[in-house]
């Protein structure tokens, strides 16, 4: 059982920033990636940023405005410069090996981002 607590979204206007936070907790032998994806109104889920063995990407919309980190169980993604055009829910995504040496991918609930003047 892993558990995932996403935070750090909210109303900004455009320019601004946000670092929204996600921790891990629960039964974790080996983290393979962390990541974050979010989804806007009429549009498919999409992936914004993972990273995984110190290595990163970045979908080519929010390079130089965003970076994502690790510090342990916990990922982070730093939005600079937000577009009204980054206004969607984020969500966290975690790859791990279980206990019994098994893959499985975890998602979290969600955090609205709303980037509005």
């Known amino acids: 059982q892993v558990q995932l607590v996403e935070s750090g979204g909210g109303l900004v206007q455009p320019g601004g920033s946000l670092r929204l936070s996600c921790a891990a907790s629960g039964s974790i032998f080996s983290i393979n990636a962390m990541g974050w994806y979010r989804q806007a109104p009429g549009t498919q889920r999409e992936l914004v940023a993972r990273i995984t063995s110190g290595l990163t990407n970045y979908a080519d919309s929010v390079k130089g405005r965003f970076t994502i980190s690790r510090d342990k169980n916990t990922v982070y993604l730093q939005m600079n410069s937000l577009k009204p055009e980054d206004t969607a829910v984020y969500y966290c995504?975690?790859?791990?090996?279980?206990?019994?040496?098994?893959?499985?991918?975890?998602w979290g609930q969600g955090t609205q981002v709303t980037v509005s003047s």
């Open positions: 995504n975690l790859d791990v090996m279980n206990r019994s040496g098994v893959r499985v991918v975890y």
